[in-house]
T-cell receptor, first 113, second 114 residues
Framework: SQTIHQWPATLVQPVGSPLSLECTVE??????LYWYRQAAGRGLQLLFY??????ISSEVPQNLSASRPQDRQFILSSKKLLLSDSGFYLC????????????FGPGTRLLVL | AQSVTQLGSHVSVSEGALVLLRCNYSSSVPPYLFWYVQYPNQGLQLLLK??????LVKGINGFEAEFKKSETSFHLTKPSAHMSDAAEYFC????????????FGTGTLLAVQP
């Protein structure tokens, strides 16, 4: 069976500090991968998606970047965090195809102070 | 372009009462539709999805949803609410392409009163 991991679970960072959130998937190969942000009281905003190693598409201009160094690893980064980067970050994976289900990780709670 | 509207950001029902969460979509292609549930500080869990075929879709935990093309709706129902159903529910539509991007509604927070 497939599993998806995210870490850390919780992170408190000062404004201006760097960020690295990691997501890994087990039990599948060549998945589509996604990063979402969920701000308090709001829905899910798709930040990045990837259909393969080194292939990253950005959905919104922002202070964040993503990378996919390995087939089942997806990293969300920032060089300098802003207060507005606070939120709940979710990683998801899916098989190729428009009808396929996205499966979500447990999330990382980021608080920027 | 696809979009999803969830009517009612907060819904409150009594335990044992009918649960009805509304979702309307807009899609330029035949839609693939999803309902997810999120418990506090957790990721999203798939409740059910519609791709093709039977328009009444049954999911986990006694939930079901009916795809109505003429009304562009995909409302989620459960005959009898349980305390454990208290959570946030998200409706989503897929862009239908190989990237399988999902467009989510803003969510409905369901409260269940004893």
């Amino acid at each position: 069976s497939q599993t998806i991991h995210q870490w850390p679970a919780t992170l408190v960072q000062p404004v201006g500090s760097p960020l690295s959130l990691e997501c890994t998937v087990e039990g599948t190969s060549n998945p589509n991968l996604y990063w979402y942000r969920q701000a308090a009281g709001r829905g899910l905003q798709l930040l990045f998606y990837s259909v393969g190693i080194g292939q990253i598409s950005s959905e919104v201009p922002q202070n964040l970047s993503a990378s996919r160094p390995q087939d089942r690893q997806f990293i969300l980064s920032s060089k300098k965090l802003l207060l507005s980067d606070s939120g709940f970050y979710l990683c998801a994976w899916a098989k190729r195809g428009g009808s396929e289900t996205q499966y979500f990780g447990p999330g990382t709670r980021l608080l920027v102070l | 372009a696809q979009s999803v509207t969830q009517l009612g950001s907060h819904v409150s029902v009594s335990e044992g009462a009918l649960v009805l969460l509304r979702c309307n979509y807009s899609s330029s292609v035949p839609p693939y539709l999803f309902w997810y549930v999120q418990y506090p500080n957790q990721g999203l869990q798939l409740l059910l999805k519609y791709t093709t075929g039977a328009t009444l879709v049954k999911g986990i935990n006694g939930f079901e949803a009916e795809f109505k093309k003429s009304e562009t709706s995909f409302h989620l129902t459960k005959p009898s609410a349980h305390m454990s159903d208290a959570a946030e529910y998200f409706c989503a539509v897929s862009d239908g392409g190989a990237t399988n991007k999902l467009i989510f509604g803003t969510g409905t927070l369901l409260a269940v009163q004893p």
